[in-house]
């Protein structure tokens, strides 16, 4: 039924602009109704009101007017509309609708009517172009006043007053923007209000109104952008200015008497508007204030507005951008944050210094104070603790889709199982279980562990099939990690939800970098691949500590920026080809709610604290799925792209791991050389000998990478920070090397080649642990080859680019 009703929507003109998804879901508020010929829809006078569509049949309106009988006004034919004046005024129906015959039609409620035109705000602009063109016919049944009033009433939605914060910024700037509306509020003639997008000119315009105005005076605002084909012809339109009956009974400046007419960019008015609109404020001399708005310097407004338009406005002021007064962003903030509190009935959160520090970094370029508005709206609906820091700020333009991507929720039975959870929810506990099964076994019966070569196999498998998986499939150990579970399982029952520390945020990638050093180490000190107790201790002591930070902060605080194992298979994942992403124009026109953050009642949000529009790399995304189950828009999408261009594109990663990666690398040389003089007992000399060159390496590494990359002197990753992640597929088979040499029975397996010469067969004898060294090389070689090309054409492909426009 549904689907028939988004048919017979999709050939209404007045909806023609919205997608076929979008239909079906504005088709469920609709209800079928069938009426006889001669049939009332609408009665004269009644006070409940619905918006109805005309699908089949033909109905009359018809009006009855004091002293006079019923009689027709004109006829609607199938896709028209009737009832929107009523819901717009909320006054009693002027009209009758009446069947000629048997009608079909789509009714909306009251309800439903509001919801589709917050919904879809261009929906204002179609109902109010339909009033212009019925203007003729309105004057017939209407008086003048019950049409300005009509009219009025819909032009009136765009005030948004309610979202006027008030705020001007610190006390020098609101001190000044007082005095200048008190000057406007005494002063007459019109005004003209100059300044980049989103720095307050309409909000100016409401003040400037609200004191110069009655309390119920309109407020009437229209775009410049739509001016020329919306209200064109409703402005003075008259050869004869002496001539009153020349004049339309009906305008803009009738509209707004008593009141403001605010319109918006008023340069983009063609000139021949410019001076119809410039005598028609002529002509309606104190009708009502005319404020323009428009982003230009006061220097080029004659440049931009015609002289007779430019010489109506007898007064002119510019609001400077947010960039240029940076000591009103922390008082702005704060003001907003005090404002959402008291809406929405919580405590008056705080930012954090290093928030703070954040606000006033970032230029605001593309919205100025709307954009700061945005953000810290955003962070206060999903800060859940009265301290907003680092996580919960997010600047800057959303992820873009890079190349081609094949989405998976395509395929009907993989979206079933991860909408479910199911799977995903056994294979932990599985996963986990047999993690608990393996410390037992370690502990209590070791030599079972190595007679059965579970042992070994731990060593020998699991470490190089995660430098393997990684970089084709991201953190795909994450999503079932035993580490992670339990954590997880502790956490649900205790936990202390302490605001992670910004010192552990901000220089996570040295938490990483050491915890991953020492691991390492203690792993080759205490030959622990040869030792089940000793394997036993490390394993539960990783457990320990993320139980342990699960339990003091929130979310898996230990996963992003502690684990050491997902510091190594998050950078692998950099590159991987598969991906999360969101379709960020879903995200920034339906979502309110930020459930993919927030979580829902059966579905916690985020574990890595990730806003999904602003994702855009794998380095903290542990594929937990979480948010394609909780988005109620779907938005989200699981791709299969090109392995590797990532890279080409890092704008939000972590600059610091560029310290990670060059501390992996460094380690590669005391690793792989050393264990050629490694001897069966581990001797204290080659052990000194080791510590030394494996610490110092690492450093060195660590340090070199920072030096060459210079992170975080930019927002988004420059040159250096991309070639130094483009080393990942050279770093990980170093790892892969190193590790593929503890396989089981490697080293005693060869492969024979065979081949013919005069004296005979000759075969050759090739090791499989060379054959894998070699291939393993040559591939991290040619990707990482590969990776720092593409990333220096892109580069270069940019700026020329860049250069050009």
Not at 329 to 340: D, M, N
Not at 579 to 593: G, I, P, Q, Y
Not at 756 to 778: D, P, R, W
């Amino acid at each position: 039924m549904i689907d028939d009703k988004a048919y017979s929507l999709s050939k209404i003109e007045l909806l023609s602009d919205l997608s076929s998804t979008e239909l079906a879901e504005l088709a469920f508020d609709f209800q079928w109704e069938s009426y006889g010929a001669g049939a009332e829809i609408i009665k004269q006078g009644q006070a409940e009101h619905s918006f109805y569509i005309l699908i089949k049949g033909k109905v009359d309106v018809m009006i009855r007017k004091e002293g006079q009988r019923v009689r027709r006004v004109r006829s609607i034919e199938p896709g028209g509309s009737f009832g929107e004046f009523s819901l717009l005024d909320g006054k009693p129906a002027a009209t009758t609708i009446l069947c000629q015959e048997e009608c079909s039609v789509l009714k909306l409620g009251a309800e439903g009517f509001a919801r589709m035109l917050l919904r879809w705000p261009l929906l204002y602009q179609r109902f109010i172009g339909k009033l212009t063109q019925n203007l003729n016919e309105a004057n017939l049944i209407l008086s003048e006043a019950k049409y300005k009033e009509v009219l009025r009433s819909a032009l009136q939605l765009t005030q948004y007053k309610d979202k006027f914060y008030g705020l001007w910024g610190g006390p020098r700037t609101t001190a000044e923007i007082e005095r200048k509306l008190e000057e406007f509020s005494q002063a007459k003639g019109h005004i003209l209000l100059t300044g980049e997008r989103g720095t307050g000119r309409q909000m100016m315009a409401w003040y400037i109104h609200q004191r110069q105005a009655l309390t119920e005076a309109p407020f009437v605002v229209v775009d410049g952008r739509r001016f020329d084909q919306q209200w064109r012809d409703l402005i003075l339109e008259s050869d004869n200015q002496e001539n009153p009956s020349s004049i339309y009974n009906s305008n803009l400046f009738d509209i707004a008497e008593g009141g403001t007419l605010f319109i918006r960019e008023i340069n983009l008015l063609s000139p021949h508007t410019q001076l119809k609109l410039a005598q028609a404020i002529n002509f309606h001399k104190n009708k009502c204030i005319v404020i323009g708005s428009l982003n230009s310097e006061p220097d080029d407004l004659d440049r931009v507005i015609i002289p007779e338009l430019r010489k109506c406005f007898a007064h002119t002021y510019e609001i400077a951008p947010l960039r240029k007064r940076k000591r009103d962003i922390p008082i702005l903030a704060q003001g907003f944050l005090e404002k959402l509190a008291k809406k929405n009935q919580r405590n008056i959160p705080v930012l954090s210094q290093e928030a703070t520090q954040l606000l006033l970094s970032h230029h605001y370029q593309q919205g100025n104070v709307s954009e700061l508005i945005q953000v810290i709206e955003r962070a206060f609906h999903i800060a859940e603790q009265d301290v907003i820091g680092l996580e919960q700020i997010f600047f800057g333009p959303t992820a873009e889709q890079n190349g081609h991507t094949i989405n998976l929720l395509g395929w009907p039975t993989l979206k079933g199982l991860l909408m479910k959870g199911s799977l995903i929810g056994w294979l932990r506990i599985s996963v986990a279980t047999m993690f608990i099964a393996l410390i037992l076994l370690l502990l209590f019966r070791p030599e079972v562990a190595v007679s059965t070569k579970i042992f070994a196999l731990v060593w020998g498998l699991w470490w190089p099939a995660l430098a393997l998986i990684s970089p084709f499939l991201g953190r795909l150990w994450c999503t079932v990690c035993p580490f992670s579970t339990i954590m997880d399982f502790v956490q649900r029952r205790i936990h202390k939800n302490h605001p992670i520390p910004q010192v552990i945020i901000k220089y996570d990638y040295v938490i990483f970098s050491i915890l991953f050093l020492t691991i390492f180490w203690v792993e080759v000190i205490t030959d622990m691949r040869f030792n089940p107790g000793y394997t036993a201790i490390l394993l539960i002591s990783i457990q320990a500590c993320a139980i342990f930070i699960a339990i003091l902060f929130p979310r898996h605080t230990w996963c992003r920026h502690f684990c050491p194992l997902g510091g190594f298979t998050g950078t692998a994942s950099v590159g991987a080809m598969l991906e999360v992403r969101a379709d960020t124009s879903v995200c920034l026109n339906k979502c309110t709610t930020f459930e993919c953050y927030v979580g829902t009642k059966s579905v916690s949000g985020c574990p890595m604290s990730q806003h999904l529009p602003y994702l855009d790399n794998n380095l903290d995304c542990k594929l937990c799925f979480n948010c394609v189950r909780n988005c109620p828009n779907g938005s989200v999408q699981v791709n299969l792209r090109l392995v590797g261009r990532e890279v080409w594109h890092l704008v939000r990663v972590n600059q610091g791991f560029v310290v990670f990666i060059g501390v992996m690398l460094g380690i590669l040389v005391p690793l792989n050389y050393f264990g050629a003089f490694q001897t069966k007992e581990l001797s204290d000399a080659w052990k000194a000998w080791f510590t030394l060159f494996y610490w110092g390496s690492g450093f060195i590494g660590g340090i070199v990478a920072w030096i060459i990359a210079k992170p975080f002197k930019t927002k988004s990753a420059s040159l250096r920070v991309k070639l130094i992640f483009a080393l990942t597929p050279l770093v990980l088979a170093g790892h892969i090397i190193y590790q593929v040499s503890y396989i089981p029975g490697i080293r005693s397996l060869f492969f024979a080649v065979v081949y013919k010469t005069q004296a005979g067969l000759e075969m050759y004898n090739i090791s499989a642990a060379f054959l894998a060294y070699s291939i393993v090389s040559v591939f991290g070689l040619v990707l990482t080859g590969i990776t720092i090309a593409l990333v220096l054409l892109r580069t270069k492909v940019k700026r020329s680019s860049q250069s050009t426009t």
